[in-house]
Structures are given as C-alpha cells and as structure tokens.
C-alpha cells in the first residue's frame, strides 16, 4: 500500500494571515484550531486543499485568497512524502517574483513539474481527486458538494473515482472505437457485395450474348455445308454430262499411225535431199568457218588483251573502293545502332504516354464534375473525399504525362541529330563512290571502245564471208528446188489431217481436263464439308464468364461470410461495451463495494452515536410509485425517534451520519486504492451537536489519532475534546 505522509503546511499574505503560519503535521497528535467566527480557522486548513488543487473547501482561488492588506505575494506551501520520496508544492499568486504559478518539486531537485496544467494531474495522480480529498479526508462546513448532499449523477462521479473506475471509461471508448471499425469493414464489405452483383450481373449479361453467338455460330455452319452440298450436287451433274461428251468424241477415228508412217517417209526424202543440201553447205560453211574461226581467233586475241589490260585497271580501282566501303560500312552501322536504340526507348515512352493518356481518359469529365453525385460505373455515391483522391490521382498522371512527353522530344531531338548525321555520311560515301565509278566508268568506255573498233573490223570481214556463202547456197538450192516444193505439198496435206486429229484428241483431253477439275472441285467440297463439320465455337469468353460468375459467387458468399463474422464480433463487443459502461461492470464494483461501506459505517456509528443512528448505502432507490431504479442511495434510521429520512434529521443528528460517511469513503479509498494518508481535517465538526455526541465524536477522534494526524476547527467544547496540541487565534 502506498502510503502519503504530510509534514508541513504554511501560508504568508494567505486570507487573513499576514505572517508567515507553518503547521508541523505529526502522527499520533490531535491537534485544535479554536478562536471565535471570523477570524480565519477555516482558511489555516484550507492551505492545504487550496496549495495542492488551487481552491479552497468554500471554492475560493486567484485573487480572492490573497490577503487584502498587502494585496501581493501570497505564498502556500506543503510538504509531504509518498513512500520514500519527499515531495514539495508550493503555490503562487500576485507575487513579485513568481507571479501566478505552482510549482512541483522531488527530493531537493528543481521543480519537475510547473503551472496548474502540470502540477494538478500530477497532484492527482499521487494523491486523489480532488473530490475525493474533499469527501475522505476534509470535512469543511457548510460544503455544498459533500457527499451525502450530491445528487446521485455526483455521488457516482465520487464512486468512480474511489473505486478507479475511470479506467473502464477508456475499455468502452476501445469497445466503441472497434465496434466502429467493425461497422465501417461491413460498410464496405456491403459496397463490395453491391459492387460484386453488379459485376455478376454484367458476366450473365455477357454469357448470354455469348450464348446467342454459338446460337448463330452453329446456324452458320448449317447454312454453309447446305451451300456446299448444293454445289457437290451441281459439280456431279457437269461431271456426268463432261464424261458423255467426252465419249462421243472419242468414237471418232483418231488413228495417226497411218499418217505419221507417211509423214515419216516424205520427211525422210526431204531430210535425205537436205542432208545432200547440207553436206554441200557444209563443205562451203566448213570452208568459211575455217576462215570465220581465224579472223575471229586473231580478233580475240586482241580483245583479250584488251579486256585483261583495261580488268587490271579496274581490279585496282575497285579494290581501293571496297577497302573504303568497309570502314565507312563500319561506321555506318554504328549511326544504325545508334539510331535503333534510339527509336526503342522512343518507342516504349511512347507506349508509356498512350497508357497514360488512357488511364487519364477513363477519368472522364463527367465522373469528376461536381453536378454528378453517382457514379456511372458502380452507381455508388460519390463523396467529396472520393472526388479529391481522383482529382489528385488524375493530377499525378497527368504530370507523369508532361514528363514522357518532354523525354519523347528529347528522343526525337536525339533520332533528327542521328539521322542527319548518317545522312551527311552517307553523302560522303556517295560522292566517294561516285568518284571510284567514274573512274571505272571510264576505263570501260575506253575498253568498249576499242572492243567495238576490233569488232567491226571483225563484223567486216564476216559479212563478206557470208555474202561468199550465201551466193553459193543459192545455186545448191536451184538443183534441188522441184523435187523439195512436191514432196512439201503433199507432207502439208498429211500435216494438217495430222492436225485435225491432234484438235480431236486435244479436245478429249482438255475435256477430261475439266471432268479431272471438276472431280478435283467435288473433292474439295468434301474436304469443306469435312472441315466446317469439324469446327467449334470459341467458348473461351462464354467459358471465362461462366468463371467469373463463379468467382463473384465465391466473393459474395465470402463477404457474406465475413459480414456473419463480423455480425459476432460485433455481438461480442457490444457485450463488453455494455459491459464496460456505466450501466455493466463499474455499477457491479459499486454494488460491491456497498457491504463494506455498511459494514464501516455502522462500526463508525456505534462508536459516535452508541448504536442509535443504523445508515446503510444502496444502489437501487425507490420511487414514490413503488418503483425502483438505478441510484445510489443513503439511507438512515433514528432507532429512537424512527425518522428514516435525512430530512427529518437535526442538524446535529446529519452532522453524525456525515463524520461516519467521510470516515468510511476514507476507508473504501484506502482498501481500492491501495494508498493511505496520515492526516484529517475537520472544520467545525461540533456544530449542532449536544454535549453528549461531542463526548462520542471525540472519543472517536483520539481513536482514528492512532495512526494519524487529526487536526479540528471548533470555536467551542474545547473541555470535552483531549487535544495534544492547541492554537487559539485571537
């Protein structure tokens, strides 16, 4: 247990007290403040509450606690240990030199907490509320709030606070913080659902138009193979009537046995007579060829070493001209790379920038116009929050496109400079072939030249030749020309039968050419026929909208799921937020706090008032009507007079229930919270009493000095009370 010992309180320009007023606080003593009304008992004690919370029992703070004489510098103070650490508070207001503050110190060190924002949780935290100090440990007179007089909204605030329920309070704003959470995942699970039936709804949609093209597919493919049927049936009638013509020409003589046996005799005279023509030509042309053969032989001796003198020349040139093709083929193709590379990485910003421009585009002005409240697309509402994401989204993209377009136009630049560059080489490497070409140009033009001077010369002497042998062929062909012309006449005759039966038989053939196409054409149907029976409709899309539906019915049903889940938690924390509400666990810890405190109180009242007040605390209070309801509720019996109601009491008698009420909330706090003080303060705690219950309260008052430091304001019934220390202000 954490255990909070008081050793001094003192005050200087403080209410009336003028002079420095330091109280040495000490167990086991009894200590009395007594003097007549008026003259500042009250404010002694009210040091106390005032330097650690700014404010007196009666609600006095600021200037009104600064002494009306000196009107400055009011200074209180107390000193006090909580376990083995030694505290210090002082509190300041209107003074010269610290103005308007407190100040919090540990253990001899400068203040570690400063000003009432800081000092006062602080204060808090190693001692009580400061409703509780004014409820357990003073007892001031004529103190609005003290806790038989609160309304039952207070008394609870006090339990609470004794109790330190406060800490529920931040359990069930967890409960109601996750409870929220809750709520807004079912929220968007629901919009999900929402989102996901439109989505299954647009897959049947599709399924069924997919559905209606395999209807419309296979139809097709009914009404071709009909086609190609009627077409087989068409090609089978040409064919019959293209046999039967082909029959009936064929019963036609077409025997050129006879006709070709004379064709071959006749042409065997002619050959023989030619043969005599040409053994005599040839004798001639043998005789001119001799001739032919060494004119041309000189002249191609001649045009040989020309062409190998004018190659040489060439060779030479065109040898320089590779050996320069190649290093300018070289740096060619490092232009080429250059620029390849260059149109890739334009290629690909320009993708970029397409994708971008699409996914810009898809935020359509319309979506983004503050006069539209639904979406097109899922027919949500559009909320303000969700406008300013798209507008921010749509910004992004847009500056992300600015920038591919700045890099496209510098790749552009990039491929202009390449591409001039390759076009500047290649202009020198034309004007440097072109000088290699003339040069060859012209050795060709000069070895044409003299090759055509030598060839026609050679032409020349041919021609005469030739009229030599063609005067000579002319008077062979006279001895032989009757015989030739007869003979010619009567192979022309067998020529042409030759040839009207060679139409016959070529018209057999081109006609059982047509039936072999038009057999071919029949075969080719089948194979149609063959072929469209084979094919199927594409059911990948019907296939992958039946998927999706499936899928979407996976989703609904696990955000279906979900949402059930998610339907117990929310039973399971709105049990604890109810739970930790005013109404669950902190009203079961008042409830059970309620037989100690009428277990103490009435310890307490049998020692003050021998027996004859019974008080005891109760949650449930009844109504005039009968009923019950939620309240704490103190009720108290005179066993004497039978009065059982606070307003039937005396003043005295109240003052009695009101001692044995802060004694035992006193003892509540010290048992829940673990933490105990050596000090109590009573401020006119006889008044309204007889002589008889200030014996009782006295004797009480030595017992509870024990193990404390009690201190008591009273201007009267000094004789009955047995002090150890007495202060009388005059």
Known sequence: MRKITFEKVGMKNFGPYIDPLEFEIKDGILTLITGPNGIGKTMSLDAIPYTLYGITTKGAKGDDVVNNIIEKNCHTWVNFKSDDDNYSVNRYHKHTKYKNTVLLSKNGEPPYKKGQKEVLPEIERLFVPKKLFMNTIMFGQKVKDFFTDLGDTDKKEIFRKVLKLEEYVLYYDSAKKELDKINKVTEKLKSNIVVNLTLKKDAKSQGKHQKLLEDEFYKNKQNQLNELEKKKQVNNTLLNQWIDSVNKLKENDTNL?????????????????????????????????????????????????????????????????????????????????????????????????????????????????????????????????????????????????????????????????????????????????????????????????????????????????????????????????????????????????????????????????????????????????????????????????????????????????????????????????????????????????????????????????????????????????????????????????????????????????????????????SKVQEVSFNILLFDEIFDSLDDMNVEFVSKVLRILTSDRSVFVISHKHVDQLEADDVYNFS
């Open 257 to 669: 046995e006879s006709i070709l046996t004379e064709i071959v005799a006749i042409t065997t005279d002619l050959n023989n007579i030619s043969s005599v023509l040409d053994a005599e030509k040839q004798k001639i042309n043998s005789k001119a060829l001799q001739k032919e053969s060494e004119i041309k032989d000189k002249a191609n001796e001649f045009k040989t070493e020309i062409i190998n003198d004018f190659k040489q020349m060439v060779e030479f040139i065109q040898q320089g001209k590779e050996k320069e093709e190649k290093e300018l083929s070289k740096k060619h193709l490092l232009l080429i790379n250059d620029r390849s590379k260059i149109r890739e990485t334009f290629i690909v910003l320009k993708s970029n920038e397409i994708s971008l421009q699409e996914s810009i585009d898809e935020m359509a002005d319309s979506v983004l116009s503050t006069e539209l409240t639904i979406c097109p697309t899922c027919e949500q509402k559009i909320t303000e929050e969700t406008r300013n994401l798209l507008l921010k989204k749509r910004e992004l993209l847009i500056s992300q496109k600015t920038k591919l377009v700045n890099d496209i136009e510098i790749e552009n630049k990039k491929e202009i400079e390449v591409n001039k560059q390759i076009s500047d080489f290649l202009k020198e490497c034309g004007k440097s072939s072109q000088a290699c070409d003339i040069k060859i140009k012209e050795c060709k033009l000069d070895e044409e030249k003299k090759k055509n001077e030598c060839q026609l010369k050679l032409n020349n002497s041919l021609a005469k030749i030739q009229e030599i042998i063609k005067g000579l062929e002319e008077e062979i062909d006279k001895k032989f020309a009757d015989k030739t012309i007869n003979l010619g006449i009567k192979l022309q005759k067998l020529k042409d039968n030759k040839t009207s039966i060679e139409n016959i038989i070529n018209n057999i053939s081109e006609q059982e050419n047509t039936i072999r196409n038009i057999q071919n054409d029949i075969t080719q149907i089948d194979r149609d026929i063959d072929r469209i029976q084979k094919l199927e409709f594409d059911k990948i899309i019907l296939n992958a909208a039946k998927r999706r539906i499936v899928d979407l019915n996976n989703l609904l049903n696990t955000s279906n799921n979900n949402i059930l889940e998610l339907e117990k938690n929310q039973k399971v924390i709105l049990f604890w937020k109810e739970g930790f509400s005013s109404r669950g666990i902190p009203s079961m810890l008042i409830d059970d706090s309620i037989p100690f405190m009428n277990k103490k109180v009435s310890e307490y009242l049998d020692k003050i008032s021998n027996g004859r007040y019974i008080v005891s605390f109760d949650t449930l209070d009844e109504t005039k009507s009968g009923e019950f309801r939620d309240k704490i509720s103190v009720k108290v019996i005179d066993t004497e007079t039978k009065a059982n109601k606070r307003v039937q009491l005396s003043g005295g008698q109240t003052r009695l229930i009101d001692i044995a009420t802060i004694l035992t909330l006193g003892d509540l706090q």
